[in-house]
Structures are given as C-alpha cells and as structure tokens.
C-alpha cells in the first residue's frame, strides 16, 4: 500500500517554474493524506504563484495516479492569509519574497500618472550606472507602454530563449551596457492588451525568475504607472532594496505621486526618494533660460511630506525627449547637457544610498 512518505517522495520532484525550486521547499504543499484508492492533497500557494495552480494540481495527479492502488486525487485550497491582501509582502513577516540568483539589488522607478517619465529616468539611470561600472540590468514591466526598448535603440529585437519547461531561459537584449528584458519584446505595441491579475503576475515572475541575469548590482524596473497589480506582483515576489518615486512639479502630478508613493509605503517597502521631472523647460537656443511651464516646488513638497530626500530636478530639454525617440539616452548622446548631469548624479546618490562599492 503506498504510504504518505512514498507520495512526498514522488512530489518533491515538482517544481515552483518561477524559481525551480521544489514545491516541498517552497511549503507549497501543505498536507497530503494517502488513503488508498484515494489521496488528498492540500495546497498553499502565494498569490503570485496562483498562475501555476492548474499546472501545478495536474503535475500532482500525474504523480500519484501512478502508484497502483491510487485512482482518485483530490486537491485543495488552503486558506492562504495572503489572499488579496495588500500587506506587508514586501519585508514583513509574510513569505515568501524570493531573491534572484545574482542580483545585488532591486530599484523599482514607480510612478503615480502616466507620461510623467518614469521609463526615461529608468533608461537614463540605469545607463548612468553603467557608466560608472557597475552591473546593471533593466526590466520593463511596463505594460501599458513598454517603451524602453524604443528608448535604448533595441525595439526590433527578439530576446532569446534556451531550455525547455521550469529550466527556460530568457536572454536579455544588451544595450548602453545594460542587460534588458520587456514586456514590449512579447506584446504587439499597436495592440491594446487586457491583462489579468494572475496573468500579469505570471509574465512578471518569468522575467524575473527566468531571464538569465547573469551578475548584477542593480536591477532597475520600470514599473507601470498607478498602484494596481503589477506592483503587487513585484513587491509579494521579490525583495525591493528601494522605490524611486518620479513626478512631475504640478499639482495634479503630484496627488497621484502620494497615492503610488503611499502604496509601497504601505507594504514597508523603503522609498529612497523622490524625482521630479521636467522641473524647467531649457530653451535650445542661447541664451539659456529656464521656463517653469508645470509650476514649481512639487517634487520638493512630496519628499518633505514623507520625509524622504528629492533626488534629482530633471530639466525638460529637448535633446531628451529626441533621444527617446532615437534609442540614444541623453546621458550617452549628450553626456554634458543639463538632464545628463542630473541623471549622473541621481546614479551616484542611489550607489551611496544602496551602499554598492
Ligand atoms: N526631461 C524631459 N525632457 C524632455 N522630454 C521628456 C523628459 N522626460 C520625458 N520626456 C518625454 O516625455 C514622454 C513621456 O516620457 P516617458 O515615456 O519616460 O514617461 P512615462 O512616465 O514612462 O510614461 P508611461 O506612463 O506612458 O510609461 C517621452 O516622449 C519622453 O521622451
């Protein structure tokens, strides 16, 4: 007659696809009860991993139909305390947050509002800090516009991938000395796209779990604007050394900068500050001048509010919006304009705040 630890020994071969380890490690699976013909077995998912849960009950089907004297599988739900709760997932006591293999930090750019330049300061620094040597990877889990493959020249590309199942590869595109993955590589930009919670969890854990990342100080991710799924999924899913928070000077910016500030707050993720964006407009031509065409002081009254530094007033000039467009960053095409120079020193106070050699 099979018995319990027969079972256990047969399941430990399934694996989490986002993290390949076992399901048994993981404390997925949290009762099994063998009574011939029939067997149950009780599963405790995470919510980020509720995508695999089909998968995951037929692989344990699969598994036991195969003693003899089992003919009847029965699996079910535990109560996980995790269910739609948007708690302290992120550094709390709630599992499970899992590191990935080689990456030394993970710097979320987030932002309240669309089109306030959260994929622009996410280019710009990541490719700031690879100047300064460091290792750095971008991931782009932009959904609503995955724009950065445009921004870094890339858009064309396909990332490879090697391995077949749980051992799946992506290989990130290299570009500017950044290794980078998007959602923009598997979604077709003039098509809109409705994504569901556990979905988007899924791709999310994919990119990060099995792109092959290789070494990496930094992981940069641009994060859709707003507070909805996708930053759950990163903040249940892995740990976040630090959230840059990035905002454009007016009002109407800013009250939606504090509800997506307020979010990663809430799950005691660390905010390492604040960036405002298009602070002044510089002219193209001499002389120069400086044009506050969205107001001013906003970036400044959101970080004092929650007592977080502004790390960077970003100029809005032309040149930067053309490199956008072109694949060509300002910090690489025009090192010494007046946004390139911001950008380089918001890397080197997020090298001094994560404390990176
Ligand atoms: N400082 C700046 N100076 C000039 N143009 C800028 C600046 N910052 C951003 N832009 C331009 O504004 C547009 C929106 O920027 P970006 O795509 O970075 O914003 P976003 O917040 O990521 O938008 P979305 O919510 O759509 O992802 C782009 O065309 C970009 O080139």
New binding site residues.
């Given amino acids: 007659m099979t018995t319990a630890e027969e079972a256990i020994k047969a399941l430990s071969s399934i694996k989490d696809s986002g993290t390949g380890k076992s399901l048994l490690e993981l404390g997925w699976l949290d009762q099994i009860r063998i009574n011939p013909p029939r067997a149950s077995v009780r599963l405790n998912l995470p919510n980020f991993a509720n995508s695999q849960r089909q998968g995951i009950a037929q692989e344990i089907r699969t598994y036991l139909e195969k003693f003899d004297d089992i003919d009847a599988v029965q699996i079910e739900l535990a109560n996980s305390p995790q269910q739609g709760e948007i708690g302290k997932a992120g550094h709390g006591e709630m599992q499970p947050v899992q590191a990935i293999n080689g990456v030394k930090n993970i710097v979320a750019v987030t932002?309240g509002?669309?089109?306030?330049?959260?994929?622009?300061?996410?280019?710009n620094l990541a490719c700031a800090l690879a100047q300064k040597g460091l290792k750095v990877g971008l991931l782009d889990a932009?959904i609503?516009?995955p724009?950065t493959p445009t921004?870094l020249g890339v858009a064309q590309k396909t990332p490879e991938v090697f391995g077949q199942g749980a051992e799946q590869k992506i290989i990130p595109i290299e570009s500017a000395g950044i290794a980078m993955v998007s959602m923009g590589f598997l979604i077709d930009e003039d098509q809109p796209v409705i994504w569901r919670g556990p979905m988007l969890n899924g791709i999310i854990r994919q990119f990060l779990y099995q792109t092959s990342w290789g070494e990496r100080d930094v992981l940069v991710v641009?994060m859709?604007?707003g507070t909805g799924d996708a930053q759950l999924s990163l903040a249940q899913a892995v740990p976040i050394t630090g959230v840059l928070v990035?905002t454009t000077p007016q009002k109407v910016s800013l009250q939606d900068a504090r509800r997506g500030l307020a979010m990663f707050k809430q799950m005691d993720i660390p905010i390492l500050g604040v960036i405002e964006?298009?602070t002044f407009f510089v002219t193209p031509d001499p002389p120069e001048r400086k044009y506050s065409l969205f107001g001013s002081g906003g970036g400044e009254q959101l970080a004092k509010e929650n007592s977080v530094p502004l790390l960077a007033q970003?100029?809005?000039?032309?040149?930067?919006?053309?490199?956008?467009?072109e694949g060509w960053p300002i910090v690489k095409r025009y090192p010494d304009s007046l946004?390139a120079k911001a950008f380089k020193e918001l890397a080197i106070s997020i090298v001094k705040t994560i404390k990176i050699n």
Avoid at 113 to 123: C, E, M, P, R
Avoid at 314 to 325: A, K, S
């Fill in positions: 932002s509002k669309g089109g306030v330049g959260k994929s622009t300061v996410a280019v932009d609503y516009g724009n921004m641009d859709p604007p990035v964006n298009m970003i100029p809005m000039e032309m040149p930067v919006l053309e490199g956008g467009n946004s």
